[in-house]
């Protein structure tokens, strides 16, 4: 039976003795399916349509029947040979149907031979480029029934099947194809799961984008691609609104607003939280935003140590600090994104850590960024400084000097204007000054050296401008308390130390509009995301008061050693024991700690902003 007879008759198609020699020598099959394709123009289109007809059969005919598998099989593999053939207008339906297929529905064979014509269609015009990537693409979104059943063993081995397959022709065809990266990230946004998806499948997209950043793609797109995560992970982060929670105590210092342990500070995947309804997808897994977005920043995480392991981390380091400052820098209250950049800095501190605080020191110096950006830069610098337990004291005390010395000079410089709302970055500096030092003190005041550039300070806060009235109260409180107990100023006289109460420190701007800072740094509430965080991460319970709290506040104290790597007595208990908390503040009187804990457990969820209420 010739090649022409076999077309003709779709039952011959897949006859055992043309399935075992279907492989790309045969030019009979090849030939007349060239005919088929080129006939089209004329009017003769019989064999074409039954070609089409193969391509376009319901994913149930190859499910229930061999036969059609072996007669698609045979086909693509025919059409592989063909692609010069193939014209965008006569072969419109084709085409479509072979754009629409899905690697999801074959076996390996037929997933062999459909990848092979795509990237066969893809490197033979560049008019079909576009078309190819994107099909590849959609190719990284599981469909219902794989998301339902990750668990199982056979369903888990079929998503290592496509996927596997699809990197690899994104990969060839990017080789042969020089302009494939500049291309495919554009699709690769596009195709991104809508926000409105709460189930898996943004994470086994993200998963996917993030493996094609580590490799070739990567080193031309990996920009772009690392914005696209950057953009959904802070698109999910701002879903979980503080403003969802009701601040009924105001006058709460921001240091007690780490959780104690009775309330079970991090938040465990299904915890319920404001953060509106559940995605509506019939095809079931919807998880609540905050499961999801500890998942996807797993991944992030896990991507960041592969970085390092190949020895690429300095450069993902880069890139991510442009998306950071894309996206996240100037986000109003972000709350757990921002730690994929803690997190990168605690693998590599000597390079990372310090490039990431120059370079908000930098933002926060400029003339050139608007006042906003720099007053956001440099409240991620405190909380930086204040809480990466892998700064050298040495580092953070250098990094304090330069804003000490820019405070200086602004002191200098200023003019007869007082008002509050003139004097924002002045102030934004003097608040992360005293933040980071009510974390660092006494380890700072420890080395004679660094004590003595700590002199300036008082000066600063000393000025006509009054930053002490203006900043965060809970801040200054605790400042000025380590301050007196220290013996860091010369002029004591020129504090107010003796029974400072928050209340009468107004924090406020004469009322103009007030900036809400907030400290980015604080604990992470998320549970798997914080395993990764707690071990590099200072906790305010790690904290080495240097007053003892027996004698003000009813305060029993814990003092626990962090900080420098000199310090090393009781380092691993005190490790182990910050490492099954979110954070120990001082304990008040049991009666206290169970009405916080009731008071807290009415409240719709257990996450809680460790933030002031309000001030800078």
């Given at each position: 039976?010739?090649?022409?007879?076999?077309?003709?008759?779709?039952?011959?198609?897949?006859?055992?003795?043309?399935?075992?020699?279907?492989?790309?020598?045969?030019?009979?099959?090849?030939?007349?399916?060239?005919?088929?394709?080129?006939?089209v123009q004329t009017g003769d289109s019989d064999l074409y349509i039954e070609i089409v007809e193969v391509m376009s059969r319901d994913v149930k005919d190859f499910r229930a029947d061999f036969d059609a598998v072996a007669q698609l099989e045979t086909v693509?593999?025919?059409?592989?040979?063909?692609?010069?053939?193939?014209?965008?207008?006569?072969?419109?339906?084709?085409?479509?149907?072979?754009?629409?297929?899905?690697?999801?529905?074959?076996?390996?064979?037929?997933?062999?031979?459909?990848?092979?014509?795509?990237?066969?269609?893809?490197?033979?015009?560049?008019?079909?480029?576009?078309?190819?990537?994107?099909?590849?693409?959609?190719?990284?979104?599981?469909?219902?029934?794989?998301?339902?059943?990750?668990?199982?063993?056979?369903?888990?081995?079929?998503?290592?099947?496509?996927?596997?397959?699809?990197?690899?022709?994104?990969?060839?065809?990017?080789?042969?194809?020089?302009?494939?990266p500049s291309r495919l990230v554009p699709m690769l946004s596009q195709n991104m799961p809508k926000i409105h998806r709460k189930d898996l499948l943004m994470v086994i997209y993200v998963e996917n984008l993030l493996k094609l950043e580590n490799s070739s793609?990567?080193?031309?797109?990996?920009?772009?691609?690392?914005?696209?995560?950057?953009?959904?992970?802070?698109d999910l982060d701002v879903e979980i609104g503080w403003d969802d929670i009701p601040q009924d105590d105001s006058n709460r210092g921001m240091f007690d607003m780490e959780l104690e342990d009775a309330v079970e500070g991090t938040i465990d995947e299904g915890?319920?939280?404001?953060?509106?309804?559940?995605?509506?997808?019939?095809?079931?897994?919807?998880?609540?935003?905050?499961?999801?977005?500890?998942?996807?920043?797993?991944?992030?995480?896990?991507?960041?140590?592969?970085?390092?392991?190949?020895?690429?981390?300095?450069?993902?380091?880069?890139?991510?600090?442009?998306?950071?400052?894309?996206?996240?820098?100037?986000?109003?209250?972000?709350?757990?994104?921002?730690?994929?950049?803690?997190?990168?800095?605690?693998?590599?501190?000597?390079?990372?850590?310090?490039?990431?605080?120059?370079?908000?020191?930098?933002?926060?110096?400029?003339?050139?960024?608007?006042?906003?950006?720099?007053?956001?830069?440099?409240?991620?610098?405190?909380?930086?400084?204040?809480?990466?337990?892998?700064?050298?004291?040495?580092?953070?005390?250098?990094?304090?000097?330069?804003?000490?010395?820019?405070?200086?000079?602004?002191?200098?410089?200023?003019?007869?204007?007082?008002?509050?709302?003139?004097?924002?970055?002045?102030?934004?500096?003097?608040?992360?000054?005293?933040?980071?030092?009510?974390?660092?003190?006494?380890?700072?005041?420890?080395?004679?050296?660094?004590?003595?550039?700590?002199?300036?300070?008082?000066?600063?806060?000393?000025?006509?401008?009054?930053?002490?009235?203006?900043?965060?109260?809970?801040?200054?409180?605790?400042?000025?308390?380590?301050?007196?107990?220290?013996?860091?100023?010369?002029?004591?006289?020129?504090?107010?130390?003796?029974?400072?109460?928050?209340?009468?420190?107004?924090?406020?701007?004469?009322?103009?509009?007030?900036?809400?800072?907030?400290?980015?740094?604080?604990?992470?509430?998320?549970?798997?995301?914080?395993?990764?965080?707690?071990?590099?991460?200072?906790?305010?319970?790690?904290?080495?008061?240097?007053?003892?709290?027996?004698?003000?506040?009813?305060?029993?104290?814990?003092?626990?050693?962090?900080?420098?790597?000199?310090?090393?007595?009781?380092?691993?208990?005190?490790?182990?024991?910050?490492?099954?908390?979110?954070?120990?503040?001082?304990?008040?009187?049991?009666?206290?700690?169970?009405?916080?804990?009731?008071?807290?457990?009415?409240?719709?969820?257990?996450?809680?902003?460790?933030?002031?209420?309000?001030?800078?």
């Amino acid at each position: 039976m010739g090649a022409v007879e076999v077309l003709n008759d779709s039952s011959s198609l897949y006859t055992s003795d043309l399935v075992d020699n279907v492989d790309l020598s045969d030019m009979n099959l090849v030939q007349t399916l060239r005919k088929a394709l080129t006939s089209v123009q004329t009017g003769d289109s019989d064999l074409y349509i039954e070609i089409v007809e193969v391509m376009s059969r319901d994913v149930k005919d190859f499910r229930a029947d061999f036969d059609a598998v072996a007669q698609l099989e045979t086909v693509l593999k025919a059409l592989s040979c063909s692609v010069s053939c193939i014209d965008i207008v006569h072969h419109y339906k084709l085409l479509s149907a072979l754009f629409g297929m899905k690697l999801w529905d074959h076996n390996p064979n037929v997933m062999d031979a459909l990848v092979n014509l795509v990237i066969s269609l893809a490197v033979t015009s560049g008019k079909y480029l576009d078309s190819c990537l994107n099909m590849l693409i959609k190719n990284f979104l599981p469909p219902p029934w794989v998301i339902k059943n990750l668990s199982n063993p056979r369903i888990l081995n079929k998503k290592i099947e496509v996927l596997s397959r699809v990197h690899a022709a994104l990969l060839k065809i990017s080789i042969l194809v020089p302009l494939t990266p500049s291309r495919l990230v554009p699709m690769l946004s596009q195709n991104m799961p809508k926000i409105h998806r709460k189930d898996l499948l943004m994470v086994i997209y993200v998963e996917n984008l993030l493996k094609l950043e580590n490799s070739s793609i990567g080193r031309v797109g990996g920009s772009m691609i690392l914005n696209v995560v950057m953009e959904r992970l802070r698109d999910l982060d701002v879903e979980i609104g503080w403003d969802d929670i009701p601040q009924d105590d105001s006058n709460r210092g921001m240091f007690d607003m780490e959780l104690e342990d009775a309330v079970e500070g991090t938040i465990d995947e299904g915890d319920e939280l404001p953060v509106g309804p559940l995605s509506q997808d019939t095809s079931g897994g919807s998880i609540v935003v905050s499961e999801l977005l500890d998942k996807l920043m797993v991944k992030a995480f896990e991507h960041l140590e592969s970085c390092q392991n190949d020895g690429r981390l300095d450069e993902v380091f880069e890139l991510l600090f442009q998306s950071f400052e894309n996206f996240i820098l100037d986000t109003y209250k972000s709350k757990i994104s921002q730690f994929l950049m803690f997190y990168a800095c605690s693998l590599d501190p000597e390079n990372c850590g310090v490039k990431f605080a120059s370079k908000l020191m930098d933002i926060f110096l400029s003339s050139r960024k608007s006042p906003a950006t720099r007053r956001s830069a440099v409240a991620y610098l405190a909380s930086f400084l204040a809480r990466a337990k892998f700064l050298p004291v040495s580092f953070v005390a250098s990094m304090l000097k330069r804003l000490m010395d820019e405070c200086v000079g602004y002191c200098r410089n200023c003019n007869g204007d007082i008002r509050p709302e003139a004097h924002l970055i002045f102030f934004s500096g003097c608040q992360a000054i005293m933040y980071v030092l009510c974390f660092r003190m006494r380890s700072i005041l420890d080395v004679p050296r660094l004590r003595s550039e700590l002199t300036p300070l008082e000066s600063i806060l000393t000025h006509k401008l009054d930053p002490l009235s203006v900043c965060i109260p809970s801040v200054v409180a605790e400042f000025l308390r380590q301050a007196k107990a220290d013996g860091l100023f010369i002029v004591s006289d020129s504090f107010i130390f003796n029974n400072l109460l928050e209340s009468e420190l107004s924090g406020d701007f004469g009322g103009c509009d007030k900036l809400k800072t907030f400290f980015p740094f604080d604990p992470c509430l998320l549970k798997s995301s914080n395993s990764f965080i707690s071990p590099s991460f200072i906790y305010w319970s790690m904290v080495r008061a240097p007053y003892d709290e027996d004698e003000e506040d009813d305060f029993d104290a814990e003092v626990i050693v962090n900080g420098d790597d000199d310090s090393e007595e009781g380092e691993d208990d005190d490790n182990d024991y910050a490492m099954n908390k979110m954070s120990i503040t001082p304990k008040h009187s049991f009666k206290n700690q169970m009405m916080e804990r009731d008071r807290l457990l009415r409240m719709p969820s257990r996450i809680r902003p460790s933030t002031s209420p309000e001030s800078l």
